[in-house]
């Protein structure tokens, strides 16, 4: 039953831990105070104005913001090249010999380009897309593994204002395939191959497979990794290292209007056909730059590293865009973080002194479940802020992360935002608030958020409810490519235009804090009260034994659906009798009878889509034993990755 007045989800976790930053933290912090939202709550646009005049324009702009809901153009009249922002700025400001990039390899090789060295080969790479036909507005796919190739790429195509359309190396070749068909590539910039987990992904070899089926592609750009088996198709495939020589050292950058498009970027969300989510110039720019900035409070002496890949939006706004416009350095690693062992990360973290380390739930939660003593070989001792992004933080993984891996000294800034939102919206700023774990924060300043119930009314304070965004910020998307019809429906509407709807649920405490409860499709429905996945979920993992938790609700009749728990278990934790029991008591002690799990699922791991969410949805159907008959134990690995084949077709 969903309520029309009140709330429309419960709130039901307590959370009482609290953490300051250090002194230390707040005296070096750029933000320290509450004026900026002070500031921004007056004058939104002049508070992204202010950010936006600290990058380069071609041309100032007319007007900050023209809002036509629901489509928002910012910077006006304004012309801008985030190319040159990124890289050209930065060797005339004292950055030349700095680095800009410090990368290493799944075996072990390393690579370090300075800002000039960034600028030499990003000048040769655009002059390369040039000779291949790309021409401003172009659309070019870009399928590599991890490498800083990837990046020159994505700024090559910025700097001669062809739109860019990452795709995930990970993903098969027909996601590639459709991905190319919908948005008429006409480039495709591909490697030989890349390494993952210690084999050889032959990304150019399944691109063959994309491109036989895609028209629009003309060429293919392969970058050398390695030594991969491929074939080369004359007159259409071409290596990026035989036409580097053939070009001048320089290409003059594109002045684009701030609203041209930067990028396009397929998201699917967990369920769905993918959406062409389209990103804008001087708006996402002037996004990506002040929260990576602010929220992250990048200095000059910093090695920033977001683990994310350059395939997902995290990649664009906080490995290449954000970063590289403050002018910092970024450490950018290919491979898998438990090859050869579930050390390295940390490994990594104290031979290239990283400073701040930004990641998703899922890896914590990994390496919780794998336990602290991996991690006591290394000091650690260069960080200095932590970050999460993806998934909700269940307060105990934060508490681990927090003790673990910031060794009680690193605030931990919990981001919440979306392919869509192209900047972090809502979050703690790392030198002025108290963090409460499981809580993300504060609407960064200039964003404007409500939770509101069914009838599209505010909640009140420790209410669940819908999340909405009701003003427009900078780095909002431009619309789905293509289909403006499913942007309209899909983002606008629930009620009537008003609001663009999240998707997520979420409740607001009494001092403002907000905490995320899950996606509204995956609410539970317990006898007429609508609990979010999160807060069952965080209750579970705060019993000793478990490590991961995912729950879903299934068709009962008496209380309208039950709770079915899927539980990973901690490394070395025996299953005995009572442990099923123990679980479900601790939940029903830690937020309440009505949460109780009815059943408990043992897995070895979960479902997780490629960008590490989990997949309730195929939870649920094997609780309802739609796709497998006994569900008291799932602890092949192998059964959970084929139940997902089935999955990711729909998916990708
Ligand atoms: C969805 C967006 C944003 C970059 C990576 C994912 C969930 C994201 C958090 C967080 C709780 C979060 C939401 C959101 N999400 N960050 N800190 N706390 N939930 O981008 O694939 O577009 O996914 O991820 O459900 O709507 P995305």
């Known amino acids: 039953m969903v309520s029309t007045k009140?709330?429309?989800?419960?709130?039901?976790?307590?959370?009482?831990?609290?953490?300051?930053?250090?002194?230390?933290?707040?005296?070096?912090?750029?933000?320290?105070?509450?004026?900026?939202?002070?500031?921004?709550?007056?004058?939104?646009?002049?508070?992204?104005?202010?950010?936006?005049?600290?990058?380069?324009?071609?041309?100032?702009?007319?007007?900050?913001?023209?809002w036509d809901p629901p489509h928002s153009k910012w910077f006006v009249g304004g012309e801008i090249n985030v190319c040159y922002n990124c890289v050209d700025r930065h060797i005339k400001n004292g950055r030349r010999n700095k680095a800009a990039i410090i990368w290493e390899g799944e075996p072990g090789d390393t690579k370090t380009l300075t800002y000039w060295d960034l600028y030499r080969e990003v000048n040769k790479f655009a002059n390369v897309l040039k000779k291949l036909g790309v021409n401003k507005g172009d659309r070019v796919a870009i399928y590599m593994p991890m490498i800083p190739e990837a990046v020159i790429a994505?700024?090559?195509?910025?700097?001669?204002?062809?739109?860019?359309?990452?795709?995930?190396?990970?993903?098969?070749?027909?996601?590639?395939?459709d991905r190319i068909n919908d948005c008429k590539a006409k480039l495709l910039i591909t490697a030989d191959g890349g390494y993952r987990r210690g084999s050889l992904i032959p990304l150019k070899h399944d691109s063959d497979y994309a491109v036989k089926d895609t028209?629009?592609?003309?060429?293919?750009?392969?970058?050398?990794?390695?030594?991969?088996?491929?074939?080369?198709?004359?007159?259409?495939?071409?290596?990026?290292?035989?036409?580097?020589?053939?070009?001048?050292?320089?290409?003059?950058?594109?002045?684009?209007?701030?609203?041209?498009?930067?990028?396009?970027?397929?998201?699917?969300?967990t369920t769905g056909k993918p959406k062409g989510v389209v990103h804008s110039t001087g708006g996402y720019l002037t996004g990506a730059y002040t929260t990576s900035k602010l929220i992250f409070d990048m200095k000059d002496q910093d090695v920033f590293?977001?683990?994310?890949?350059?395939?997902?939006?995290?990649?664009?706004?906080?490995?290449?865009y954000g970063p590289l416009a403050v002018g910092a350095t970024l450490f950018m690693y290919e491979g898998a973080p438990d090859w050869p062992e579930m050390d390295r990360y940390w490994?990594?973290?104290?031979?290239?002194?990283?400073?701040?380390?930004?990641?998703?739930?899922?890896?914590?939660?990994?390496?919780?479940?794998?336990?602290?003593?991996?991690?006591?070989?290394?000091?650690?001792?260069?960080?200095?802020l932590l970050g999460s992004v993806g998934e909700p933080i269940n307060p105990e993984a934060w508490i681990w992360y927090y003790t673990n891996i910031g060794k009680k000294r690193c605030p931990i800034v919990d981001t919440w935002w979306q392919t869509e939102t192209g900047m972090i919206m809502i979050t703690t700023l790392p030198g002025y608030h108290t963090m409460k774990p499981g809580h993300s924060g504060f609407p960064f300043p200039?964003?404007?958020?409500?939770?509101?119930?069914?009838?599209?009314?505010?909640?009140?304070?420790?209410?669940?409810?819908?999340?909405?965004?009701?003003?427009?910020?900078?780095?909002?998307?431009k619309g789905i490519y293509g289909d403006e019809e499913k942007y309209l429906e899909k983002y606008w509407g629930k009620w009537g235009g008003k609001y663009y709807f999240t998707g997520d649920g979420a409740r607001r405490d009494s001092e403002g804090y907000l905490m995320l409860l899950g996606r509204v499709d995956d609410v539970l429905s317990i006898a007429g009260h609508r609990i979010g996945t999160m807060e069952?979920?965080?209750?579970?993992?705060?019993?000793?034994?478990?490590?991961?938790?995912?729950?879903?609700?299934?068709?009962?009749?008496?209380?309208?659906?039950?709770?079915?728990?899927?539980?990973?278990?901690?490394?070395?934790?025996?299953?005995?009798f009572d442990l099923e029991d123990s679980i479900r008591e601790h939940v029903s002690k830690?937020?309440?009878?009505?949460?109780?799990?009815?059943?408990?699922?043992?897995?070895?791991?979960?479902?997780?889509?490629?960008s590490g969410k989990i997949m309730r949805r195929l939870l649920k159907d094997i609780a309802e034993g739609k796709v497998l008959g006994d569900t008291t134990t799932l602890t092949e690995p192998e059964v959970i990755d084929n139940l997902k084949k089935q999955y990711e077709v729909i998916e990708s």
């Open 305 to 320: 590293w977001c683990t994310a890949d350059i395939g997902w939006i995290t990649g664009h706004s906080y490995i290449v």
């Open 215 to 269: 028209p629009s592609i003309e060429n293919v750009l392969i970058i050398k990794r390695g030594e991969f088996p491929l074939r080369i198709k004359k007159g259409k495939d071409f290596w990026w290292h035989e036409l580097a020589d053939e070009v001048d050292p320089y290409c003059e950058p594109e002045s684009m209007n701030s609203d041209d498009s930067l990028f396009i970027l397929y998201t699917s969300g």
């Open 6 to 66: 009140g709330k429309s989800l419960e709130g039901l976790l307590t959370e009482f831990r609290r953490f300051y930053p250090s002194t230390d933290f707040k005296n070096n912090a750029y933000i320290t105070s509450e004026e900026i939202f002070k500031k921004a709550e007056k004058d939104p646009e002049g508070f992204w104005a202010t950010y936006a005049s600290e990058l380069t324009w071609y041309k100032k702009w007319e007007k900050v913001l023209d």
């Open 536 to 576: 069952v979920e965080s209750a579970l993992v705060s019993h000793p034994s478990v490590a991961e938790a995912a729950v879903v609700g299934i068709t009962h009749e008496i209380t309208g659906q039950a709770i079915v728990a899927f539980i990973v278990l901690r490394d070395n934790i025996d299953k005995d």
């Open 154 to 177: 994505m700024l090559a195509c910025a700097r001669i204002g062809a739109i860019h359309m990452a795709v995930f190396g990970g993903f098969s070749s027909e996601a590639l395939r």
């Open 590 to 610: 830690k937020i309440g009878p009505i949460a109780k799990p009815r059943k408990v699922i043992f897995s070895s791991e979960l479902p997780k889509t490629r």
């Open 446 to 477: 200039g964003v404007s958020i409500d939770i509101l119930n069914e009838s599209g009314n505010p909640v009140e304070p420790d209410e669940g409810g819908y999340l909405v965004l009701k003003q427009p910020w900078p780095s909002m998307l």
């Open 347 to 384: 490994r990594i973290i104290d031979k290239y002194g990283i400073t701040i380390f930004y990641t998703a739930p899922t890896a914590i939660r990994a390496f919780m479940k794998a336990g602290a003593e991996l991690i006591a070989p290394y000091s650690l001792e260069t960080l200095r």
